[in-house]
């Protein structure tokens, strides 16, 4: 089965609004843990709009005793201040975005010309002894994939955003053959496939039908709206099982 790992930035981002401490990201955590996710995302930006670099650190302590079967994946550009913050948390999984720290969010994957790869090598030499699996975020396109491969990460997160859009307004079947294409390349070449951006209980069904071998998925905007009329640990419940394997009729 898939699993799901919840990215904790819109916990963060409402707890931001205030002085207060409230919503806490890391008791957030806990919930997201006993309400059976596999792990927590955390995407510390410079801007800290949502997660701070604080947070990683609290957050990390507070999921010890659990990890690393319940994992810590930290999402980010691979810059030196990122580096320092992935050094500290020891992640079970770093996710590597190729966005500015001025983008509104990571809506593209790493095309890895020249200049990309340089910056995506260096990075993985810097982390491989911490024994982290490293993932590039990567277009919906098999070209895109096979790139991907060839750097040296262990794996790659296709870009669903525009899969999610597509199947929003009924044209999901172009979006969803891209990100299969992804995928099948991506397994080719022996790496994790992940997925992730603005997945929720409609659309997922049909991407783990059509790509029954998804490692994870790390979703965070569409389930922390949910969670808002839900409660958490309910919606995790409803996520785990959109993510469930549709089994053929007998």
Known sequence: MTRLSVNLNKVALLRNSRHTGVPDPARFAG???VAGAAGVTLHPRPDERHIRRTDVDVIAAAIAAWRPKFELNLEGYPDERFLAVVRAARPEQITLVPDKPEAFTSDSGWKLDAAERAVVEKFLTAVRPLGARVILFCDPDGDAAMRIAD???QGLE????EYAH???IGRAAAALTGCAAAAEAGRARGLVVNAGHDLNTQNLPALVKR???LHEVSIGHELTADALEFGMAATIGAYRDALKPV???A
């Open 151 to 153: 750097t040296g990460a």
């Open 247 to 249: 089994l053929a009729p």
């Open 158 to 161: 296709i870009y669903t955003g």
């Open 166 to 168: 597509a199947h929003g």
């Open 31 to 33: 919930i997201v843990y």
């Open 211 to 213: 790509v029954p071998w």
